[in-house]
């Protein structure tokens, strides 16, 4: 899979996160209603991913910054819109996706990866506890919504040279 930087805007980006919502809605009546701007996944604070396979668009996420503050802590991001369409599910390629953005969230010096994903999700759920993620403290639109978990990975920072 190719993973090329996009826009969340981007046409092959809102065909997936369309895709994305109608699952959502599938599996719990309804959108994600976390408010999302195209602007917060735009490097250095974020960045937004659309994973081709022979040129067609087959899976997204991003990740974006967060300011600390009683949610999140200085370093955190927040892993966003992740999502594989079904005809190429079970191939790895959320594995892959998730592998890339860690490693650009490490590249642009974030310490610690959060989200938020639903009880109806498990293969998601599977793919988080399989990565290293642990459940922590519930945050965002869903905070108090018993369908909701909340994962969170520390990342591998490289060192910074003395100066």
């Known amino acids: 899979m190719e ?21 959502y809605v599938r599996r719990y009546g309804g959108d994600d209603a976390t408010p ?7 490097a250095p604070r974020g960045t937004f991913i659309v994973g081709y396979l022979d040129g067609t668009a087959v ?13 999140f802590a200085e370093g955190d991001a ?3 819109r992740m999502y594989v369409v079904p005809v190429v599910r079970g191939r790895g390629l959320s594995r892959l ?3 890339e953005l860690e490693r650009r969230a490490v590249a642009a010096g974030r310490r610690r990866l959060v989200l938020e994903t639903g009880i109806r999700q498990p293969e998601a759920i599977g793919l988080y506890r399989a990565s290293g993620y642990s459940e922590i403290p519930q ?8 369908r909701s978990r909340c994962f969170g990975k520390l990342l591998a920072v490289a060192a910074q040279p003395a100066r």
Do not use: M, N
């Open 3 to 23: 993973c090329r930087t996009t826009t969340l805007d981007h046409p092959d980006a809102r065909v997936l996160i369309a895709a994305l919502q109608q699952e």
């Open 97 to 99: 996706l998730l592998v």
């Open 78 to 80: 927040e892993i966003k």
């Open 59 to 71: 899976a997204c996420g991003g990740w974006r910054a967060h300011e600390p503050g009683p949610e």
């Open 36 to 42: 999302t701007d195209v602007s917060e996944f735009v």
């Open 139 to 146: 945050f965002g639109v869903y905070r108090c919504d018993p």
